[in-house]
C-alpha cells in the first residue's frame, strides 16, 4: 500500500505570493495534520482534519488555510508568503484524530520543501 | 520551560554501542509518547510508540517511560553507522488537543 503523498515535492516562490500544498493520506485513513519544519527544530503543528472538518489549529497566522476533500485528501495553503515562511511542510495521515484514541499513530509524508524568495 | 525537551546533541557514540536518547516534558497529564527517527532532508519515520509506564521493545529499539519523573527515553542497543540521523520525541497533551508536541531534536551519529 502507499504511504502519505505529498505535492511538490520542492517550490520556489516569492515574498507575497501564494501557495497550495497537496496530501493524499494512506489508504483508509481519514484525519490529515499539517507541520510546519524550519531547519534545526522539530515539527510545528498548523492543522488537523477529520472527516473535512478542522480538528484542531496551532498558533500560526490566518496566511495559513486549509482543507479536506471527500476522498480525505487535504490542501494547506499560504498567502501573502514572507522569507520566514520557508520550511519543509510536513502532511501525518492517522486513522483518527489525535484527541479520540490514545493509541494513535501519525505516518508522515515526504513533505514539500518550500523556498520563499 | 519548553513543552518537550530534547537535548540537541550530537550523540557521538562507537558502533556497537548503547545509544540512549532522552526527552522530558512538561504536560504530567500526557499519554501518548512517540519516537520519531528522521535522516537528513527528510520527513520523520514512526520508530516506536508507548503509553504505559515501564518498557517496551522492538527489536534493537527499547522505550522507557516514567509518568512520575516525566521523561521518556529509547535506546538503541547495536548501534549501526546506519542508525545516524536525528530522533525526535512527540508528546499527544492532555488538553484535548488534536496535535502532537515535538521536541527539537537528538542527533545521533553512530561512529564506525
Known amino acids: 500500500d502507499a504511504g502519505v503523498t505529498q505535492s511538490p515535492t520542492h517550490l520556489i516562490k516569492t515574498r507575497g505570493q501564494h501557495v497550495t500544498l497537496r496530501c493524499s493520506p494512506i489508504?483508509?485513513?481519514?484525519?490529515v495534520s499539517w507541520y510546519q519544519q524550519v531547519l534545526g527544530q522539530g515539527p510545528q503543528f498548523i492543522f488537523q482534519?477529520?472527516?473535512?472538518?478542522?480538528?484542531g489549529r496551532g498558533n500560526f497566522p490566518d496566511r495559513f488555510s486549509a482543507r479536506q476533500f471527500p476522498n480525505y485528501s487535504s490542501e494547506l495553503n499560504v498567502n501573502a508568503l514572507l522569507l520566514g515562511d520557508s520550511a519543509l511542510y510536513l502532511c501525518?495521515?492517522?486513522?483518527?484524530?489525535?484527541?479520540?484514541?490514545?493509541?494513535?499513530?501519525?505516518?508522515f509524508g515526504p513533505g514539500t520543501r518550500l523556498t520563499v524568495l | 520551560q519548553k513543552e518537550v525537551e530534547q537535548n540537541s546533541g550530537p550523540l557521538s557514540v562507537p558502533e556497537g554501542a548503547i545509544a540512549s536518547l532522552n526527552c522530558t516534558y512538561s504536560?504530567?497529564?500526557?499519554?501518548?509518547f512517540f519516537w520519531y527517527r528522521q535522516y537528513s532532508g527528510k520527513s520523520p519515520e514512526l520508530i516506536m510508540f508507548?503509553?504505559?509506564?515501564g518498557d517496551k521493545e522492538d527489536g534493537r529499539f527499547t522505550a522507557q517511560l516514567n509518568k512520575a519523573s516525566q521523561y521518556v527515553s529509547l535506546l538503541i542497543r547495536d548501534s549501526q553507522p546506519s542508525d545516524s540521523a536525528t530522533y525526535l520525541c512527540?508528546?499527544?497533551?492532555?488538553?484535548?488537543?488534536?496535535?502532537?508536541?515535538f521536541g527539537t531534536g537528538t542527533r545521533l551519529k553512530v561512529l564506525a
Open positions: 504536560d504530567r497529564g500526557s499519554q501518548s
Open positions: 508507548i503509553y504505559s509506564n
Open positions: 501525518a495521515s492517522s486513522t483518527s484524530p489525535t484527541r479520540d484514541s490514545t493509541y494513535n499513530e501519525q505516518f
Open positions: 512527540a508528546v499527544i497533551p492532555s488538553s484535548g488537543t488534536y496535535k502532537y508536541i
Open positions: 482534519y477529520y472527516e473535512k472538518e478542522e480538528r
Open positions: 489508504s483508509g485513513h481519514k484525519s
